[in-house]
């Protein structure tokens, strides 16, 4: 979705819309692909993520009508990548 490269479905990461800890309109992960309703993919690394941000794709993919904030997925996202 943010850098529309080809992938495989499993190297990919499902998004979903749905709602944020604060119960507004957001893009949540859906790691396991098994929410209910439409998703989309993207690659699971930030360069990708502000890609799909900056082209507000994730409003189109997910056809929803007004904002939908990212927080969740850059949460998500910078979870990943934190050394341990």
Request: charged share 25%; with cysteine.
């Amino acid at each position: 979705m943010g850098c529309r490269k080809r992938a495989a479905k499993r190297e990919l990461l499902r998004v979903t819309a749905g709602s944020d800890r604060h119960g507004l309109a957001a893009v949540v992960p859906d790691p396991g692909g098994t929410a209910p309703g439409r998703g989309a993919h993207l690659h699971p690394v930030a360069e990708c993520y502000d890609l799909a941000v900056r082209r507000r794709a994730f409003t189109r993919a997910l056809r929803h009508e007004g904002g939908l904030s990212t927080v969740p997925v850059a949460d998500y996202l910078g979870s990943r990548t934190d050394p341990q």
